[in-house]
């Protein structure tokens, strides 16, 4: 199994950053993708961005320029940089990891950006 653990979420003021943070343990594949998810109220679950073990990167259209995805591959640990964030970036956003056989959701953090 892999277990997930996110940090990093908050309440901010519309255009500040955060940073979020998804440490993995347990069986830990060599190639893998981890990547982050998020779900606003009322709303399906939709990408935000993912990265893999060697460095491939894909996000989200409408959030390019704006989030940056980054992994500590010694430490099974992916991040995400979110500058100059909108209200409209409200939502629980959660870590995943993923392999051919095997698809791990963190419990997610919360983000809310305040107008």
């Known amino acids: 199994q892999v277990q997930l653990v996110e940090s990093g979420g908050g309440l901010v003021q519309a255009g500040q950053s955060l940073r979020l943070s998804c440490a993995a343990s347990?069986?830990?594949?060599?190639?893998?993708?981890m990547g982050w998810y998020r779900q606003a109220p009322g709303k399906q679950r939709e990408l935000v961005a993912t990265i893999t073990t060697v460095g491939n990167e894909r996000y989200a259209d409408s959030l390019k320029g704006r989030f940056t995805i980054s992994r500590d591959s010694a430490k099974n640990t992916v991040y995400l940089q979110m500058n100059t964030l909108k209200p409209e970036d409200t939502a629980v956003y959660y870590c995943n990891y993923r392999t051919n056989w095997r698809d791990s959701w963190g419990q997610g953090t919360q983000v809310t950006v305040s107008s």
């Open positions: 347990g069986s830990i594949s060599s190639i893998n993708t």
